[in-house]
């Protein structure tokens, strides 16, 4: 079974960049995202993709963020820049339940903090 772990949270100022990692224990051919959640908010579905490299991205990140993943290291990476009070939660790292980027997100990472400040 999969496990996931994300890294690179932390605290910035607007307009500033941060890149999250999400290792994982082993390989996978699964369509794999990002997600983030603030208290009291559902989750939302930030990036996702592809082993082949197939992206998408919410409108509210698209130009700012960018989605990779790099299978020799079966490590994906979000790349934010830009960065907005508005963007400040916690990020997740997901695998789907396929290949295709479903929205059958089936095992999670444990999060990584993200607070930007104005």
């Known amino acids: 079974q999969v496990q996931l772990v994300e890294s690179g949270g932390g605290s910035v100022q607007s307009g500033g960049s941060l890149r999250l990692s999400c290792a994982a224990s082993t390989y996978t051919f699964r369509c794999m995202g990002w997600f983030r959640q603030t208290p009291g908010k559902e989750r939302e579905e930030v990036a996702a993709i592809t082993r082949a490299g197939s992206a998408r991205l919410t409108d509210s990140v698209k130009g700012r963020f960018t989605i990779s993943r790099d299978s020799a290291k079966n490590t994906m990476y979000l790349q934010m820049n830009s960065l907005k009070p508005e963007d400040t939660a916690m990020y997740y790292c997901?695998?789907?339940?396929?290949?295709?980027?479903?929205?059958?997100?089936?095992?999670w990472g444990q999060g990584t903090q993200v607070t930007v400040s104005s």
């Open positions: 997901a695998e789907n339940a396929y290949s295709v980027c479903s929205t059958s997100w089936i095992r």
